[in-house]
Each structure stands twice: as C-alpha cells, then as structure tokens.
C-alpha cells in the first residue's frame, strides 16, 4: 500500500520553461515534506521541503506547494535548466516515523 | 565536510552467496540509515540505528540481512544468503538535525 504516489514516472520539459513535479499522499498525519534529487550513480540529496502549517516555500528557481485538503504537493522548477535532469523523489514525514519516498519522476530538460 | 563515505561501489554475486556492506557517515551524525532502492522504486528504510543502537528494522527481512553499528559510527549492513530479489542499490544516510545526507549507494547485483 503506498503512501506517497509519484503518478508520472517521467517528464520532458524544454530548457526555460516550467517543470511542475507532483506527488499526493495518503495519510493526513504527516507534517514534513521534502524533495529529493538524484542523479545517476549518486545517492539522493536534499533540494526543499515544507512543514504542514505553510502551504509554500520558495529557494530560488525551487518553489513546493502542499494543499493539505488534497494530501497534494508538487514541485515548480522555473526556469528549468539542461542540469536539472535528474530523478525527483518525494518523501514525508510525520513524527518518529522514518521518511517515506515515493517512486520518483525522471525529469529531462531539453535544451 | 565529508560525505557519507560507502564502499564498495559494485558488486556483483552468486545467489545464496554472502556480501556486506560498509559505510562511514559525515562526522558527528548520531542518526544512520540503510535504505534498499530496488530500480524503478523509491528508496525504502531497512534499518536505522541512533548511535549504536537500533530504532526501527521493522522493515529489515531478519532471516537474511543483518546490520551493526558498533561504537555509533561506522556500520555494517550483511546479507546471507543473498537472493535474485535482493539486487538494488544499497543506500546508507546519516542525519544530525532530521535532513538526511546519502552516500553514493552501493549497487548489488545477484546472479
């Protein structure tokens, strides 16, 4: 039963443009979310996150929405860049419980 | 500073074979996590360990892996045997103040 559902499996974006990442959850108790990037052959790093009292959080070219009425966040990449290609994995939180990824979204900006 | 250091980078076994992992996390972080990516999924927690002791392997298959962390620094993640399903990237973290910073991963692969 998965708790974090990453629907798209990849995205292609041209270079400048928008890239919205999305993920939704299941259970309303988690507090903390965070994204995390990975390139190939390196472990996942830390990009931006959001507790569950804001419902936007800006770093940049990074910006994550939460709408907690609909256990939904995404992640807007503006403008997107050729280095951003990567694999895009969201993860909660909630408490002492560890942190719960989804399955990622392969993103590719096309320059 | 000093990534989370793990080694080796590949490796490649028989099934029913044995293998053990090995990671040295960024200095000072009291928290250590072994996460298994299988590919096309996201990372998933087998143990974590708070200084030398465990706090949660709920989700560690016990009849096989094994994992230690004597002296609450470096750590050992064993399996015994191995299995076809047990290929995957192998993922150690280690945290301070609740972020999460991975190694590079040490991908397995079981023949």
């Known amino acids: 039963d998965q708790q974090v559902k990453q629907n798209s499996p990849s995205l292609s974006v041209q270079e400048g443009r928008i890239s919205i990442l999305n993920c939704d959850y299941t259970?309303?108790?988690?507090?903390?979310f965070l994204w995390y990037k990975k390139y190939p052959a390196e472990g996942p790093t830390f990009l931006i996150s959001?507790?569950?009292?804001?419902d936007k959080n800006e770093d940049g070219r990074f910006t994550v929405f939460l709408n907690k009425s609909a256990k939904h966040l995404s992640l807007h990449i503006v403008p997107s860049q050729p280095g951003d290609s990567a694999v895009y994995f969201c993860?909660?939180?909630?408490?002492?419980?560890?942190?719960?990824f989804g399955k990622g979204t392969r993103l590719s900006v096309i320059a | 500073e000093a990534g989370v250091a793990q080694s080796p980078r590949y490796k490649i076994i028989e099934k029913r074979q044995s293998v053990a992992f090995w990671c040295n996390p960024i200095?000072?972080?009291?928290?250590l996590y072994w996460y298994q990516q299988i590919l096309g999924q996201g990372p998933k927690l087998l143990i974590q360990?708070?200084?030398?002791?465990?706090?949660?392997d709920s989700q560690l298959p016990k009849d096989r892996f094994s994992a230690e962390r004597l002296k609450g620094v470096d750590s050992t993640l064993k399996i015994q045997p191995a299995k076809l399903e047990d290929s995957a990237v192998y993922l150690c973290?280690?945290?301070?103040?609740?972020?999460?910073?991975f190694g590079s991963g040490t991908q397995l692969s079981v023949l």
């Open positions: 973290a280690s945290s301070f103040t609740g972020k999460l910073f």
């Open positions: 259970n309303s108790m988690f507090d903390y």
């Open positions: 959001i507790s569950s009292i804001k």
């Open positions: 993860a909660v939180l909630s408490g002492n419980t560890p942190l719960v």
């Open positions: 200095s000072g972080h009291a928290t």
């Open positions: 360990f708070q200084n030398n002791g465990v706090v949660d």
